[in-house]
């Protein structure tokens, strides 16, 4: 069956400092994968797409990666800060999204 | 533009009972979606819709149901409440298959 693999536990890390959130997934050939911040009590928000012909997407301080070989996904955070602080989840599409359970990332000042 | 809006905030039912959440885009999007989020858990598609009059199942549709009668709106009937169906119901809506969904705020219902 397919599957989605994030970190189930919390990234903690320093502001300033680069965080990286890992998606892998198995039994699954998607077109594209997406990526989205959700913070407690609130909807998830988009943040990026990325196309299985397509090997690295950036905005701003936003990076993500998309090996189909390793069948894995890194999303980077540069320059992180204390508001980056929330749960970001990968999302794997076809026709519609598969999520998986999503990484906390904790920013210390 | 509102987004996407979703009634009611909070809800608590009884096993047995039945209830409509609402769910209402502004963004003459094609495509909207229901899922379902438990505690530690991804979102689960429950179903979804690719226009008005058509609908699919996700994942877990068993215990709900669905109709797409204008584009804007997108309800989801819950049936005989179980306590299984406790969980935050979150409404989206996207303007192709691939793009971005934009998500509601939420309806967290608890069934008892």
């Known amino acids: 069956s397919q599957k989605i693999e994030q970190n189930s536990e919390a990234l903690n890390i320093q502001e300033g400092k680069t965080a990286t959130l890992t998606c892998n997934y198995t039994?699954?050939?998607?077109?594209?994968l997406q990526w989205y911040r959700q913070d407690p009590g609130r909807g998830p928000v988009f943040l990026l797409l990325i196309r299985e012909n397509e090997k690295e997407k950036r905005k701003e301080r936003l990076k993500v990666t998309f090996d189909t070989t390793l069948k894995q996904s890194l999303f980077h955070i540069t320059a992180s800060q204390p508001a980056d602080s929330a749960t970001y989840l990968c999302a794997l599409g076809y026709s519609t999204l598969t999520f998986g359970k999503g990484t906390m990332l904790l920013v210390s000042p | 533009n509102a987004g996407v809006t979703q009634t009611p905030k909070f809800r608590i039912l009884k096993i047995g009972q039945s209830m409509t959440l609402q769910c209402t885009q502004d963004?003459?999007?094609?495509?909207m979606y229901w899922y379902r989020q438990d505690p530690g858990m991804g979102l689960k598609l429950i179903y979804y819709?690719?226009?008005?009059?058509?609908?699919d199942k996700g994942e877990v549709p068993n215990g709900y149901n669905v109709s797409r009668s204008t584009t804007e709106d997108f309800p989801l009937r819950l049936e005989l409440a179980a306590p299984s169906q406790t969980s935050v119901y979150f409404c989206?809506?996207?303007?192709?298959?691939?793009?971005?969904?934009?998500f509601g705020p939420g309806t967290r219902l608890t069934v008892l």
């Open positions: 819709s690719v226009g008005a009059g058509i609908t």
């Open positions: 039994n699954y050939s998607p077109a594209y």
């Open positions: 963004m003459n999007h094609n495509y």
């Open positions: 989206a809506s996207g303007g192709t298959v691939e793009d971005t969904q934009y």
